[in-house]
């Protein structure tokens, strides 16, 4: 299709609103873009096919069914809220595309995308407009991105994060993130182009205690997914008292050993004596990485090679703050799940044997060299996500 007759298409398609959006006419599909910018991003990506399309934030899913006609696309996937009050209308304007309802930031949204099992080639993210939102959804959806995929953002200029988001991406921040194009003056919709991540050699070795090894399954089946960047040893620490279970693919040792009823100290220690160097990462077996880590971490140690320890944000499992990175390390400030920690900085201290060892063992280390501690507030696991 042609710009123009793409433009025409947008036209007819209705508008949620003339007096922000423009078109012709109110209703329709209820098309929430500027007519004259999708047109030219829709021509834009025309050049080549598409098979699967995912939209985070469709409301009535007007603009998914323009992408889908305008683009030729086959597959169309959707996750929303349904907090839209047009989003009833979904059915009817976009019937045979697969959806999910619920929080695009949340683990949920992980498990979601795993067992939809789909590398998708085009993505449009148009639903909360902020920083933290469309950086916690560009992570979350980008172990599914097929080699050379195309990611949208919608609303650039809504939100001054949003804008601040694109100029990292613009600045080659987020490798493997690549700003390409960009299109309109008013709402605005950054295009980028994801190249195929690269493996980074840097020693990274996670530590779970755990007593419930069966929780271990879904853990492992996420690392068959990401990290994509960072190749992590993982140790297993379980309590002497769980009988062998079946082999984890992405275990690299496991040790039945620790003091049961430690809550998860004696196994964080035993799994210390088996680590000299590197980082340190403390995985809970009922947590769950968040996909940005990895990212945020090695950007982090290379802006700032002499932090020893890097404390981020802990979300719950609906993607909501558990435990906010910032000074000083203390209660309700730190978790075991928020720390990447260099093994020589830890040196010869070691996990107390009780309910509030998560904070303590951190608060000695900081207190040991606060100038070596790093905060970074964006999300490094989903705490409890697997209970």
Known sequence: MTRDEILGLILKAGSESLAVFGGEFEG??????????????????????????????????????????ALGIENVYVIDNNSHPRTALRK????????WIGNARSSQAILQLMQWNVKFDLVLLDAEHHYDGVFQYLWIIAPFLAKDAVVCVHDIFSDPGTLHFWREIQLGLWSPAKADRFFGTRLGIGIIRWDEPKRVPVPFHIITPTCRPALLETIDRVFSVYPMRLSPRWHVIAEPACREFDCLSHVHEVIFDGQPGSWGGAQRNVGLESVDSGWVYFLDDDNLLHPALEHVFLRSISLQPKKKAWAFRQVDKNGEVWVAANPPVGFRRVDTGSVVIDRKFIGEERWDYNYTADVTFYERLYRKSPESWGFIDIPCCFYNALR
């Open 28 to 69: 329709g599909w209820h098309i929430q873009q500027v007519p004259e910018e999708l047109a030219d991003a829709l021509h834009y990506l025309s050049d080549r096919n598409y098979t699967n399309y995912l939209e985070v934030g469709a409301a009535a899913g007007g603009t998914a069914r323009l992408f889908k006609e």
């Open 92 to 99: 009817q304007i976009l019937p045979d595309a697969v959806e």
